[in-house]
């Protein structure tokens, strides 16, 4: 399933669900902390624990901001949790663990009945190339966000003419400070709406060009104006493509498939839905592992991933 932030429309977000089903998980972080020294945990079983409680917490704490279980990851780990975080962003590469439920992250699988009969190790590989996939989907999403975010070159461009023409500190008339002062606020006004079409419109207005003169521009002045529209228009078209592109990521649908707007809505309904029950489940393992014979029974089958560990002696 796949587990994001973004709000859609007017539907529920999903941040208060994610932050009580992230919550949860910090809270079995906690319980396996506690319980590590537990008489009933020797060898094997502590090294399973150890391994779920730095996987785990590195994720919360890297992708959640659970900052308290850095002593905790420090506590079970060879490598501090700074010199972690940083090669973690030298590699651009997150890890999300999902140890304990087998339907977390797994959406693209779930359904399909083969995919239990797989061996261990084949299922934890696409695991984690479906968690490798959503990440860097996560990671294109955000960097296009932030694109958007930024004023557009052509409005700055604009903006910047109108400025050096109609700035009032530059005017020494009194009257015409004043109605310098006016335009002002309206080329501001519409340069923080990031409107270029009404920038053009004052331009042309302010520069006193009627419709019947309009023809009489120069090719420069005409070349110019093509250009920042031709321009607006191509952010346009990358900021209508980022949209697309994080709604897609947020409910975990094919780029393609992002442009319906019920389509998109069925999916955050599903992906709402889903969360409920993961958070029904993760409550109903947190209250079982609290009694440490359940949770040494939970580690008796767990595998580390692409590692044998000897069972454990009674």
């Not at 007017?10 to 089903?21: F, G, K, N, V």
């Not at 919550?23 to 506690?34: Q, S």
């Not at 663990?97 to 959406?107: T, W």
């Not at 335009?183 to 009404?198: R, S, W």
Request: hydrophobic share 35%; net charge negative; aromatic share 8%.
């Amino acid at each position: 399933m796949h587990i994001h932030t973004t709000k859609i429309g007017e539907e529920p977000d999903l941040d208060p669900l994610i932050r009580e089903y992230q919550g949860f998980r910090a809270e079995i972080v906690h319980l396996m902390d506690r319980t590590y020294t537990n008489d009933l945990f020797r060898n094997a079983y502590q090294t399973k624990l150890a391994y779920l409680i730095t996987e785990s917490a590195f994720d919360l704490i890297v992708n959640y901001g659970f900052e308290d279980l850095k002593p905790v990851y420090n506590k079970y780990s060879e490598m501090d949790i700074e010199t972690a975080i940083q090669l973690q962003k030298d590699k651009f590469k997150i890890t999300d663990p999902a140890f304990l439920l087998e339907s977390e992250n797994n959406a693209e699988v779930a359904e399909d009945a083969e995919f239990h009969q797989l061996p261990e190790e084949e299922q934890q590989k696409i695991k984690a190339e479906q968690r490798e996939e959503r990440i860097a989907a996560q990671i294109r999403a955000a960097k296009l966000h932030a694109e958007q975010q930024k004023t557009s070159r052509s409005v700055r461009a604009v903006y910047m003419d109108l400025v050096k023409s109609f700035h009032p500190d530059l005017e020494t008339d009194d009257a015409e400070k004043v109605r310098k002062t006016d335009i002002m606020q309206q080329v501001t006004q519409a340069y923080q709406e990031n409107n270029l079409l009404k920038l053009l419109k004052l331009q042309i207005e302010l520069e006193r060009i009627d419709q019947d003169k309009l023809e009489n521009l120069t090719k420069n002045q005409l070349n110019y104006y093509n250009k920042m529209l031709k321009q607006q228009v191509e952010e346009l078209e990358a900021e209508k493509e980022a949209v697309q592109k994080r709604i897609a990521a947020v409910c975990g649908l094919p780029y393609q498939h992002a442009n319906s707007r019920t389509t998109v809505i069925v999916k955050f309904n599903t992906n709402v839905n889903e969360l409920k029950t993961e958070i029904k489940n993760i409550k109903n393992v947190l209250k079982n592992w609290k009694v440490p014979s359940q949770l040494k029974a939970y580690l008796k089958t767990y595998q580390i991933p692409n590692e044998e560990f000897p069972e454990d002696d009674d």
